[in-house]
């Protein structure tokens, strides 16, 4: 039963260690099986409260770029004087991210609150790690996310 657990264990910090290094080198095969999972495990998971108050996690609101449809997508955002800032964990090349980056525009949802934003501009982690909480920038550097969208909210009438 003792070498069972180990066996286990082994291969779960296996498992963890090369997910790491494959997000860390953003490869394509461990990027895309992720965002596999996200969008059909943990997306529908989290998307009935992400942006509720007092949750950690937001959503984007966006639209596609070439087929117009609506769509919302789990971020953690986090707030900055101005706007937001939000990981790229898959780099600007996620759809949600250019479809904000080529509209100009998006709906973040965050603590219980709706924000229209606009100016999106992707920019580097030595841009913003003064801004990030501690924890973030630990998870940024374990995972070497290297970019951010940036994000302004337009004033409320």
Not at 107 to 112: L, P, Q, R
């Amino acid at each position: 039963m003792r070498r069972l657990l180990l066996v286990v264990l082994a291969v779960l910090a296996a498992a963890f260690g090369a997910f790491v290094v494959g997000m860390r080198r953003k490869s394509p095969a461990v990027q895309d099986r992720v965002r596999q999972f996200s969008k059909h495990v943990m997306t529908p998971a989290v998307l009935p409260t992400a942006g509720t108050a007092g949750q950690g996690n937001g959503v984007v609101h966006h639209r596609g770029r070439t087929s117009g449809r609506e769509y919302a997508t789990p971020v953690t955002p986090l707030p900055i004087a101005g706007g937001f800032l939000i990981g790229l964990p898959y780099t600007a090349r996620a759809d949600w991210a250019r479809n904000i980056l080529a509209a100009g525009r998006a709906t973040v949802e965050f603590d219980g609150e709706r924000h229209e934003v606009t100016e999106p501009v992707v920019v580097s982690y030595d841009e913003v790690e003064e801004l990030l909480p501690r924890g973030v920038r630990l998870g940024a550097k374990v995972f070497a996310l290297d970019e951010f969208l940036r994000v302004r909210t337009v004033a409320k009438a």
